[in-house]
């Protein structure tokens, strides 16, 4: 049937992707396909040269002594603690509003989590809250890079040094981000990150990275992504199996070099939404000197709820961005938190939403993103 002469463009009908990566992989095809055809030619399919070449160039873009590749972000949380010797008895300060992985690796080794709450412009540790929060068996701090933005990383490794903690950064949001200059996950005694697909640095599947500027420690992880091995079928401590496959390096080593261009593109795309957006709307604030690498571009309204049907009628679609603080989740009920432990932090948990930001967004959706922002008036709840 042909369409009526009225018609709106194609364009105005289609629901604008959340998340996808099909223009990036189609445009870097023709690198991926021989990277990957390489490791099928060598037959070997973990670890070797394919992964350590991807850790000397990776490890050289971070400005790191070591990188070592693991099999996911979780998992190289859990590397970096058990390579701290944290374990039962142990505390370790973090923040309630995260992606579950970075407590689940704190309870994985059997320490204690101990929440501090959040800043609220930049949604991260708020430094002087964990100082609060530090006890005679708190061994370790851990900040999260949330949606790609640097914690305060300053007064964070002033807390530690001075009280010798170990400071471990989740860096699995902001791979290429930067504080006064240097990339974040080379500040601490460990960087954690992480290529899950969606991240800005993405795998075709699960794959992390532990960082290091510290040469025992890096022996330390090695070990134990292959079960505490010192030589071969030789365990000198439990360890696990966090070993990155050499296809997932391949494609990681072929998008590393286009990695500043698409950080680059969620920033573009972070400043028109940030042009656009009225008043009525919570924006995400750059901390001064610092790079925000936009993995999640997250606004907050108190209206949250009418802001996402809103949005949704435009052929928007939002997530939210994480609506459980992890206090208040069964997995640390054991932990006795209750509701209202962490006003900040339950306040984003209710009112954040995350927008699509995505380097290979059209310039049609970027507009009317961008216009959708601009019209948008909270509705006072209650109001009707
Ligand atoms: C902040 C944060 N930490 C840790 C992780 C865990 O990474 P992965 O999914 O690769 O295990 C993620 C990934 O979603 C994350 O966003």
């Given amino acids: 049937m042909t369409p009526p002469k009225t018609a709106l463009p194609a364009t105005a009908q289609r629901t604008i992707p959340f998340f996808d990566l099909s223009e990036q992989t189609s445009e870097l095809m023709a690198e991926l396909r021989p990277a990957m055809d390489r490791v099928l030619g060598t037959q070997r399919f973990i670890l070797g040269e394919e992964v350590s070449a991807f850790e000397r160039e990776i490890a050289a873009y971070l400005g790191v002594r070591h990188a070592i590749g693991v099999s996911s972000g979780t998992d190289a949380l859990t590397v970096a603690l ?17 992606f579950f992985a970075t407590t689940g690796a704190i309870l994985r080794v059997g320490a204690t989590p101990v929440f ?26 851990l900040p999260v890079h949330l949606f790609g933005q640097a914690a305060d990383m300053g007064a964070l490794r002033a807390l530690c040094r001075a009280r010798d903690l170990a400071l471990v950064e989740d860096a699995a949001q902001a791979v290429g981000a930067t504080i006064a200059g240097q990339r974040l996950g080379s500040l601490g005694e ?53 070993r990155l496959d050499a296809l997932q390096a391949a494609v990681l080593r072929v998008k590393l070099p286009h990695l500043d261009r698409l950080n680059a593109q969620r920033r573009s795309h972070a400043a028109a939404y940030l042009k ?27 209206a949250r709820a009418e802001l996402a049907a809103y949005l949704l009628e435009r052929g928007i679609p939002s997530e939210r961005y994480y609506p459980y603080p992890l206090h208040l989740q069964p997995t640390c009920a054991p932990l006795g938190y209750r509701a209202g432990d962490f006003p900040e932090a339950e306040a984003a948990a209710a ?12 310039d049609w959706m970027r507009d009317r993103i961008g216009d959708a922002l601009a019209q948008f008036r909270a509705v006072p709840s209650g109001s009707g």
């Fill in 82 to 98: 058990a390579a701290l010797g944290i374990g039962p008895g142990d505390e370790v300060v973090t923040t309630p509003y995260t």
């Fill in 351 to 362: 009112e954040s939403l995350a927008l699509p930001i995505y380097p290979e967004l059209q």
């Fill in 190 to 242: 460990f960087g954690c990150f992480s290529f899950f697909p969606t991240k800005n640095l993405g795998a075709f599947g699960d794959a992390g990275l532990v960082t290091t500027q510290d040469d025992r420690l890096a022996t330390l992880a090695r070990s134990l992504r292959s079960h505490g091995f010192g030589e071969r079928h030789h365990s000198l401590r439990l360890g696990g199996n966090f």
């Fill in 116 to 141: 501090a709450d959040i800043e609220r412009g930049t949604f991260n540790l708020d430094p002087a809250r964990v100082e609060a929060a530090l006890t005679p068996r708190t061994r370790a701090v």
């Fill in 276 to 302: 656009a957006a009225p008043p009525a709307l919570e924006l995400p604030r750059e901390r001064a000197g610092t790079e925000h690498v936009y993995n999640q571009f997250v606004v907050r309204s108190p």
